[in-house]
């Protein structure tokens, strides 16, 4: 008997990325990361620490989740600031004053609805979020 090894319930063979340029654009700069406490945007939080940046911006609608990944960053990296920003990307101005005093290198935009059924009964916030709130952020 052996370990099982991710590979071998993976299926394919690993992806090793190439960590110089992914280095070189996070690296002691500030990074905003939008819904940077849903899954995706969390996930992302966890893996651009590492890279050290200057700081993360985490701009989250959601206050207890933001709370929590605030909480998770600065005890796993505490080398890495976690300035955590409550605010909705539908929101046009407060971005833009985020933007203004936190002067972010790279924004990651993680968030948006992403549950396509539950979505399809409510469009009109669907399209509101992840339309004119991408817009926004773009």
């Known amino acids: 008997m052996r370990e099982v090894a991710v590979e071998d319930i993976l299926g394919r063979t690993p992806i090793h990325l190439d960590e110089e340029p992914i280095r070189r654009t996070i690296e002691g700069k500030v990074v905003l990361m939008t819904g940077a406490a849903d899954s995706i945007g969390s996930e992302l939080c966890r893996q651009i620490a590492p890279f050290q940046p200057a700081a993360i911006v985490g701009y989250e ?48 935009h993680a968030a948006a609805y992403k549950h396509v059924p539950l979505m399809e009964t409510h469009v009109f916030e669907a399209i509101e979020n992840n339309v004119f709130g991408t817009y926004n952020v773009l």
């Open 61 to 108: 609608i959601a206050e207890s989740p933001l709370f929590a990944i605030d909480r998770e960053i600065r005890q796993k990296f505490p080398n890495v600031p976690f300035l955590a920003e409550i605010g909705n990307i539908q929101d046009r101005r407060r971005f833009e004053d985020v933007l203004r005093r936190r002067h972010p290198s790279a924004v990651y």
